[in-house]
């Protein structure tokens, strides 16, 4: 595509762009610009062009998309560029496997990963409504979502180095932002196990933080700038960095993007067709 | 005068020193895909290998939902490049 044809995809009258690109760009401008809105006639949309499982591939996609750029850019990812370009040789140390990749000797391909079974994914799920069953439901049609979106949330939310209960911390201030209880509801035991209460939750909607230890206060301010308007200033992300490793800052930022799309769309499914039980 | 709001990095890189110690070929064929597709940036792969757990479960999900899903690829690559830029991302 020309790069004034990129600029304008997306839009009603776009040119060089099919039917499922136009339905696929829309939905995801639903979902950046006007996500309370999403509802089932935006399904229905995707549904006359893209089947079942393609739908559910959109979606999720678009979930991702929402808020994983974010979190490269809350790291600061575009300060190793040069004009929106990644120039090796500028960078302050050597990369893995660069020199490999000059080499003519061909790439192993990239390995399929051991796939975590779609029931003891449900399963877990069910037990600690954490993520909601409905949710993993929803994906359950596509053949690798279910497994690929259920390990990174199982990596980075329910596991990890990061103690469980700021991540749970991090998953209520998400519901509430999103307004969508059921995203973090209060019975999940993933919430009661991590001490966290009605207390804790009146305290994220109140915006009042000041009950939390220092170290939640700061991963709940990244949080809530990633889930706010996407953008984490200097100070907040120093706060963190004050508290946090960086290798615990990257689990920290992966478990809101991995939530922060699909909670939107979560909760414009509820309610819909598309979580009825098939 | 015009300025211009030039972003700082925040997290390190972590060296190739470090990630090939690790001998992972999941992780190397990340690595070497990017620098021939040029996506994801070689430099976003080295900012979240620094959790190796974290980056594997995160690379498979983008890879496998990019790469070798239902839909045609470049439908996915238009929703990469215009949801970043709606969300006022580098893409």
Redesign the interface.
């Known amino acids: ?1 020309t790069e004034k044809q ?1 600029t304008k ?2 839009d009603a009258d776009a040119e060089g ?2 039917p ?2 136009q339905a ?2 829309r939905f ?2 639903r ?3 006007e996500w309370p809105d999403l509802n089932q006639s935006d399904y229905e949309d995707l549904l006359r062009v ?2 079942e ?2 739908m559910i ?2 979606v ?3 979930a ?3 808020g ?3 979190m ?10 040069r004009d ?1 370009k ?1 120039v ?1 040789e500028a ?8 020199d ?3 080499s003519e000797a061909p ?5 399929h ?1 051991p796939m975590l079974s779609i029931p003891d994914l449900l399963d877990r799920a069910m037990q600690r409504r954490s993520p909601p069953p409905a949710w993993l439901k929803f994906l359950s049609p ?4 279910p497994g ?2 259920g ?2 949330y ?3 939310v329910e ?3 990061v103690e469980n209960r700021i991540k749970q911390l991090q998953r209520v201030l998400l519901a509430e932002y999103v307004q969508c209880p059921a995203w973090a509801p209060e019975a999940s035991t993933s919430l009661t196990a991590a001490g966290i209460g009605s207390r804790e939750r009146t305290a994220i909607r109140a915006q009042d933080l000041t009950v939390f230890s220092r170290r939640e206060q700061a991963a709940l301010r990244y949080t809530e700038g990633l889930v706010g308007t ?2 984490v200033s200097d100070a907040v ?1 120093d706060d963190l ?1 004050a508290e946090f ?7 920290l930022g ?1 478990a809101v993007s ?1 939530q922060n799309g699909a909670s939107r769309i979560f909760r414009s499914l509820l309610g819909t067709k598309c979580l009825q039980p098939r | 005068m015009n300025t211009v709001d030039i972003p700082r990095p925040r997290l390190s890189l972590v060296p190739g020193e470090v990630v090939e110690t690790w001998n992972d070929p999941e992780i190397e064929a990340h690595f070497r895909t990017s620098y021939i597709e040029g996506t994801p940036p070689p430099t976003s792969l080295s900012l979240d290998a620094h959790n190796r757990d974290t980056q594997r479960a995160g690379r498979r999900f983008m890879w496998f939902i990019f790469h070798e899903g239902l839909v045609e690829h470049r439908l996915k690559e238009l929703l990469r490049v215009k949801i970043a830029s709606w969300r006022n991302c580098d893409y």
Request: net charge negative.
């Open positions: 595509m990129l995809a997306g762009v099919t499922r690109e696929a760009l995801g401008k979902l950046c610009y893209f089947s499982q393609e591939e959109v999720t996609l678009c991702w998309q929402f994983g750029p974010n490269l850019t809350s790291w600061g990812a575009e300060g190793y560029k929106g990644v090796l960078l302050p140390v050597r990369l893995a496997y660069m490999a990749a000059k790439r192993a391909p990239i390995p990963p596509h053949p690798i979502l690929t979106w390990a990174l199982e990596a980075v596991s990890g180095i996407g953008q992300f960095k490793t960086e290798s615990e800052i990257v689990e992966y991995v």
